[in-house]
C-alpha cells in the first residue's frame, strides 16, 4: 500500500464553505468519463438542472485490477460541500470508511480494504442527481496458507518503489550509490506466524547472496492481515560505494501475492546513519560534513536512536516488488564468520 497507516483527510479549502475539509463514515465513487451536468445511476447525464459535471474518477469505471487497498475518488469540475462517497460490494453491503471532500476532490478511503476479486459499486451523493459506476478488485489481498511459505525466497529492488523519505532527489542520489538487492528467505512459518533471514545481494540483477555481508534476522511475527506481513529489526547493513552503512529501527512490510511466491506494496522505513558516508559526500572528514552537504538536498539530520548525536536522516520507500528468487538457500552470516572468510578479506 498503500504504508500502511491511511491518511483519511488531507488540508485545505472548500470554495464557499468551512475552511476544514468534510469528513464522513460513507461510501465512495469514481468515475473516468468527463460528463455535462452531472448523471444519474445510469450515467447517462439527463440531469438538465445540474451545473457540475464529474471529471474523472479513479479507478476508472469497469476497471477490472483494482488493488484491494486503493481508496477511490471522483474529481467535480467545481466544489461541491454536500458530495459524499459510498461503496457496496457485489451483495450491496455497504464498505466501512471514510468519504472525505476537499475542493473538486472526493475520496473514500476503505478502513480494511476492500474485498479481493469483487465487483463494486461506487456511487457519488451531491447535489445533483446520484453518479453510479462499478469496478472489480484484482486477487490481491487474499489470504495465502502461510504454513505453506517455508522456504520461499525473494527479491526486493529498490528501484521498482518510490521514495518518500527524506525526498525523491535524494532517492535518486541513493538508487545511484546501492548496488545490490535486498534478500529475503521465510526460515520458519507456522498456520499464522512467519520468520525471516535478510540478506545483501551481490549485485543489481544478481541474486547471488554476498557472504561478506552480515544477514540480519526477522523474528518470528504474527499476521493478523494475511496476507499482509510486517517485520521488525534494530538495524540493517547497507553496502554504499564499498562503504558499509546501517539503516537503524527497520520496518519491513508487504503484501503476499495469492500464492505466496512474490510479494507487492513492499515497503522499507528506518533511520540511515550518515556518518559511514562521510568519505563518499564530503571532503571534510568531520563527523557532521554529510549532514551539512545533505541539507542542499533539502534534507535535515535528526538524533539516532542510540543517542549518538544528530547524524540520522528518515529513509521510507514504499510500493517495491518482491520477486521469487531462485538458486542457493540464504545462509546466516555473521560479524566472526566474515572476518574468518578469506574471500571477504580480500575486497
Not at 464498505?95 to 476503505?110: A, C, H, K, L, Q
Not at 451523493?125 to 504454513?147: K, L, N, R
Request: net charge negative; glycine share 8%; proline share 6%.
Amino acid at each position: 500500500m498503500k504504508n500502511t497507516s491511511m491518511i483519511l483527510c488531507f488540508g485545505g479549502l472548500l470554495v464557499g464553505c468551512d475552511n476544514d475539509p468534510k469528513v464522513t463514515e460513507t461510501g465512495s465513487t469514481t468515475s473516468s468519463d468527463v460528463q455535462s451536468p452531472t448523471t444519474d445511476t445510469s450515467n447517462d447525464g439527463t440531469d438538465d438542472m445540474c451545473t457540475n459535471s464529474v471529471v474523472t474518477t479513479s479507478p476508472f469505471a469497469d476497471e477490472d485490477d483494482v488493488d484491494y487497498r486503493d481508496k477511490v475518488d471522483v474529481t467535480m469540475a467545481a466544489p461541491d460541500a454536500s458530495a459524499t462517497l459510498s461503496i457496496v460490494d457485489t451483495d450491496g453491503n455497504n464498505v466501512d470508511g471514510f468519504s472525505s471532500n476537499i475542493e473538486t476532490m472526493v475520496s473514500f478511503e476503505p478502513t480494511e480494504g476492500l474485498a479481493p476479486n469483487t465487483r463494486h459499486t461506487a456511487t457519488l451523493s451531491w447535489s445533483c442527481e446520484a453518479y453510479s459506476f462499478g469496478f472489480t478488485t484484482s486477487e490481491m489481498g487474499t489470504p495465502v496458507d502461510v504454513s505453506a511459505l517455508a522456504g520461499n525466497s525473494y527479491s526486493v529492488r529498490f528501484d521498482t518503489g518510490s521514495w518518500i523519505e527524506p525526498n525523491p532527489i535524494f532517492g535518486e542520489l541513493m538508487l545511484a550509490l546501492l548496488d545490490f538487492e535486498l534478500l529475503l528467505s521465510v526460515t520458519e512459518a507456522s498456520d499464522t506466524d512467519i520468520a525471516m533471514i535478510g540478506a545483501l545481494s551481490a549485485g543489481i540483477g544478481d541474486t547471488t547472496q554476498d557472504l561478506c555481508a552480515r544477514t540480519i534476522e526477522y523474528p518470528m511475527v504474527d499476521l493478523p492481515s494475511n496476507p499482509l506481513f510486517e517485520l521488525e529489526t534494530l538495524t540493517l547493513p547497507l553496502l554504499v560505494e564499498g562503504l558499509n552503512a546501517t539503516l537503524r529501527d527497520v520496518r519491513l512490510s508487504g503484501t503476499l501475492r495469492p500464492d505466496g511466491n512474490s510479494a507487492d506494496h513492499v515497503a522499507l522505513s528506518g533511520a540511515l546513519d550518515t556518518r559511514p558516508l562521510v568519505p563518499l559526500l564530503s571532503a571534510d572528514p568531520a563527523e557532521e560534513s554529510a549532514c551539512a552537504l545533505l541539507l542542499g538536498f533539502g534534507v535535515e539530520c535528526e538524533d539516532c536512536s542510540d543517542g549518538s548525536g544528530p547524524y540520522c536522516i528518515p529513509l521510507h520507500i514504499e510500493r517495491m516488488s518482491a520477486e521469487s528468487r531462485e538458486g542457493d538457500p540464504l545462509v546466516t552470516r555473521t560479524e566472526a564468520d566474515i572476518a574468518a572468510d578469506s574471500d571477504c578479506a580480500k575486497k
